[in-house]
């Protein structure tokens, strides 16, 4: 079965830190970027960070810039996003997703997107609940 899953969330204080993993099964991520998203009750999900296929891209969104970094480990098959200095205003549940970014993309510089929509077709997690108290 190919399938993402999230690990790592739970209840932290404001000021705290997390470290989310997102572990594939069934497929190697060494052809995928990856993406992490979160939505909060009532928001809509929202781009937090990717990292492209090799590792040598990553981004994120103004909100967690500073404080969160995402990486990689394809020989373990693991993506992580390290949480930190996390606020109130982070509690969500994450998801990770991946899109494939296969041999068609070696002719382009790395790159990866925060925009749910281009993993539409691709992979996703069932998500971990992150919960930052005051």
């Known amino acids: 079965q190919l399938q993402l899953v999230e690990s790592g969330g739970g209840l932290v204080q404001s000021g705290g830190s997390l470290r989310l993993s997102c572990a594939a099964s069934g497929f190697t991520l060494d052809d995928f970027a990856i993406g992490w998203f979160r939505q909060a009750p009532g928001k809509e999900r929202e781009g937090v960070s990717c990292?492209?296929?090799?590792?040598?891209?990553?981004k994120f969104a103004d909100s967690v810039k500073g404080r969160f970094t995402i990486s990689r480990d394809n020989a373990k098959n693991m993506v992580y996003l390290q949480m930190n200095t996390l606020k109130p205003e982070d509690t969500a549940v994450y998801y990770c997703a991946a899109s494939f970014h296969g041999p068609a993309w070696d002719t382009v510089p790395p790159t990866c997107t925060m925009t749910a929509l281009e993993y539409e077709d691709d992979y996703w997690g069932q998500g971990t609940q992150v919960t930052v108290s005051t």
């Open positions: 990292i492209s296929r090799g590792g040598s891209v990553t």
